[in-house]
T-cell receptor
């Protein structure tokens, strides 16, 4: 079955620690996205990538970094510079940016700072 | 920048009734609008897309309308069932940015 796999489902981070969230898709989609979801707020775009080896900052990129070395993979690193990282993180993909088909989302990673 | 408003209050309805959710937007008119369903602790699932030149779109028990004059989309679920209980998100194209902009979602609770 084609889809997006996010791991881990739950992640705990200590203060000052970097953590990496995994996102893999087998849909052959060119575009991939990372969103953050907080209670009472809409999905906020962190980073997106339109093609391998290229990515752009979204609306809230500070404290995050990404890479896109393979078409299938778009990992997100939450760095110690992100002051309020506790949130639900969602990875998504689409055939291309601007394509009118819907996004396919993963099941999310819930990150908690301990 | 584009702003999207969805009713933040939960919508409670009785099984069998029609649920109607609202999505209002400001500023420019999007070329298309999408609706997603999100269950607790899961990622959103794409339901329907409607284009600016379409007034209405249907899929099984779902119906979406798009009024570019009112800058509003309505999402209807007919003959609602408890299994329809979820949060429903609307999303608009971001224009020149080629990215979707999501609303905060409305929680629908269908009582048996």
């Amino acid at each position: 079955d084609g889809g997006i796999t996010q791991s881990p489902k739950y992640l705990f981070r200590k203060e000052g620690q970097n953590v990496t969230l995994s996102c893999e898709q087998n849909l052959n989609h060119d575009a991939m996205y990372w969103y953050r979801q907080d209670p009472g707020q809409g999905l906020r775009l962190i980073y997106y990538s339109q093609i391998v080896n290229d990515f752009q900052k979204g609306d809230i990129a500070e404290g995050y970094s990404v890479s896109r070395e393979k078409k299938e993979s778009f990992p997100l690193t939450v760095t110690s510079a992100q002051k309020n990282p506790t949130a639900f993180y969602l990875c998504a993909s689409s055939i291309a940016t601007g394509h009118r088909g819907g996004y396919t989302f993963g099941s999310g990673t819930r990150l908690t700072v301990v | 920048s584009q702003k999207i408003e969805q009713n933040s209050e939960a919508l409670n309805i009785q099984e069998g009734k029609t649920a109607t959710l609202t999505c209002n937007y400001t500023n420019y008119s999007p070329a298309y609008l999408q609706w997603y369903r999100q269950d607790p602790g899961r990622g959103p699932v794409f339901l329907l897309l409607i284009r600016e030149n379409e007034k209405e779109k249907r899929k099984e028990r779902l119906k979406v309308t798009f009024d570019t004059t009112l800058k509003q989309s309505l999402f209807h679920i007919t003959a609602s069932q408890p299994a329809d209980s979820a949060t429903y998100l609307c999303a608009l194209d971001g224009g020149a940015t080629n990215k979707l902009i999501f609303g905060t979602g409305t929680l629908l609770a269908v009582q048996p």
